[in-house]
């Protein structure tokens, strides 16, 4: 699967190291069951800031951060912790890494929005209100 998208469409991303790798692991150990999802996070790492585990901003989602976010098109609010897929629980207000929505927080900072496209195949825009690390 090729997903056409103009490189200027994606906003600036910053990785920590230890997320960077172990997400890159697990995409590749899961491209034959989820190739959408493990293509579109290999295609963010490869293009993300990755930086020592310590320098990450504070305001930056990484694993196991809380984020306030919002679909700019429906104007629907979540507040989730984006987890791996073993801790994720929707109900709980835990999404996992290896989902669509999950794959377009990570990197992201507060204020900062991507169009990123959910399971009908549509661009939906999502935008950072608040990030905080547990």
């Known amino acids: 699967m090729t997903i056409n998208r103009k490189a200027t469409a994606r906003p600036p991303l910053q990785m920590r190291e230890s997320d960077a790798e172990r997400i890159s692991n697990l995409a590749v150990d899961m491209e034959g069951r989820m190739p959408q999802v493990a293509e579109l996070l290999l295609a963010e790492i490869s293009r993300a800031w990755v930086v020592p585990d310590a320098r990450l901003a504070s305001d930056v989602v990484a694993m196991m951060s809380t984020v306030r976010f919002v679909n700019d098109a429906s104007g629907v609010e ?40 959910d399971r009908g195949g549509h661009e939906r825009p999502l935008r950072i209100i608040e990030v905080t690390h547990s």
């Open 78 to 117: 979540r507040t989730l912790q984006l987890v791996y897929p073993q801790d994720a629980d929707i109900e709980a207000g835990r999404i996992s890494i290896m989902s669509l929505v999950g794959a377009g927080l990570i990197g992201l900072r507060a204020g900062q929005s991507i169009c990123w496209p």
